[in-house]
């Protein structure tokens, strides 16, 4: 077996980002992962640079899997989605609570026809409960969660939104992780689960923080004693790890770094006064190489803050851990997207260079025939009245 997860069987009913990138996590890691589109498609094959059908967002996200194009409101697709999760290990969907049983394949009717099937439900405030109809949209649960207020704190901001969509992705990845719990509850009892991860719960969850919230110790200079961002020579800034007085206590043996404090000042006036000078002191030296050999020296742990952009690829690991991979943009080109960032002892991770992300509906026809062995005629007719 060349991949973890080969021979388990994703229905992916989901769209835009929390849902499709843990299945894209599964597909990485050998699942046969189909995905339901809708006629009109995925939002997300519209989001940036439009490549053939898809953009590099849509590819980023379902790169690897397989497609099916079906209108879920249409009369005769709830049977064919039930028959599908009949075949199916899991299922994963991100539509509002309730949608699903509206549409006459919610939990119930599924795990009616498959007692082992595990399905996960990604929403913004959970299946149940008083906010279960709210949009579970990044911003809004980085806002509730208080995140935003809280950098926003810590650097003197207005509480714009994080440039990364990290209520979803959180949601994803401890989805996956639920998922393979299951997988593995599954085959130890038989029984299938049904997984309501909200995202909010996923946002809470994560934060390394959160008991300094909730017992109320936590204050904006705690961020600034995790890392610090400086001015560095050649135009550059660079975040050094650590307590600032750990930092000031590893340099200030240096005599171009002399104390500027006096004893008897106030400890704020101290800090102030040593910061100034530290932050003079590291632009003292002749270029970013050489003031990092000091910090190596100084065993102080050092970060080039790196534009968002080639330079954050630029780094020396980024070729030998493979981190793109060149995929067909569909587009008669290549595209560089993300590649799996598993790596095994014994097993392989990730899409194959060269792959394409499937076009709506390219597997109408193969997908229906592997998953539910049904005779040439019987798919055939099934096409012709559902699926465009």
């Not at 075949?87 to 991100?94: C, Q």
């Not at 935003?148 to 992705?169: E, K, N, P, W, Y």
């Not at 005599?255 to 004893?263: F, G, I, N, V």
Request: hydrophobic share 40%; proline share 4%.
């Amino acid at each position: 077996m060349d991949y973890t997860l080969t021979g388990l069987k994703v229905l992916d009913l989901s769209r835009v980002l929390s849902g499709p990138y843990a299945s894209r996590m599964l597909s990485d890691l050998g699942a046969d992962v189909l995905k339901v589109e809708p006629p009109e498609g995925d939002i997300t094959r519209q989001i940036g640079k439009k490549l053939g059908e898809a953009s590099g967002y849509y590819i980023q996200q379902n790169v690897g899997k397989r497609n099916i194009c079906l209108d879920l409101k249409g009369e005769g697709a709830a049977a064919l989605i039930i028959a599908l999760a009949e075949k199916a290990d899991i299922v994963i969907e991100n539509f509002r609570p309730g949608v699903m049983d509206r549409l006459g394949i919610g939990w119930d009717q599924l795990a009616g026809v498959n007692p082992k099937l595990i399905m996960l439900s990604i929403s913004g405030y959970g299946q149940e409960g008083p906010e279960r109809n709210r949009g579970g949209y990044a911003p809004l649960l980085h806002a509730e969660s208080g995140l935003l207020a809280r950098q926003s704190r810590v650097d003197g901001g207005t509480g714009m939104d994080f440039s990364i969509s990290l209520a979803d992705t959180l949601a994803s990845l401890h989805g996956t992780i639920a998922v393979l719990a299951a997988v593995n509850h599954v085959r130890n009892t038989g029984e299938g689960q049904h997984i309501d991860m909200a995202m909010i719960n996923a946002v809470h969850a994560t934060d390394d923080f959160a008991n300094m919230v909730l017992d109320g110790t936590w204050t904006e200079t705690q961020q600034l004693e995790r890392c610090r961002v400086w001015e560095a020579p050649g135009a550059c800034r660079i975040a050094i790890a650590g307590a600032f007085h750990v930092i000031w206590r590893s340099l200030s043996g240096d005599a171009a770094l002399p104390d500027p404090a006096l004893e008897h000042q106030p400890r704020a006036e101290k800090t102030e006064l040593r910061t100034q000078a530290l932050q003079a002191y590291l632009l003292s030296f002749s270029s970013f190489d050489a003031l990092t050999a000091r910090l190596d020296e100084a065993r102080l742990h050092w970060g080039k803050v790196r534009d968002h952009g080639d330079e954050a690829y630029s780094l020396p690991s980024i070729g030998p851990r493979g981190v793109h991979v060149a995929v067909d943009d569909g587009a008669g080109g290549t595209l560089k997207t993300m590649q799996s960032p598993y790596r095994f002892s014994g097993a392989k991770s990730g899409v194959p260079a060269g792959a394409r992300t499937a076009a709506k509906g390219q597997d109408n026809f193969t997908a229906l025939k592997d998953w539910l062995e049904w005779d040439d005629n019987e798919i055939s007719a099934c096409l012709d009245r559902l699926v465009s």
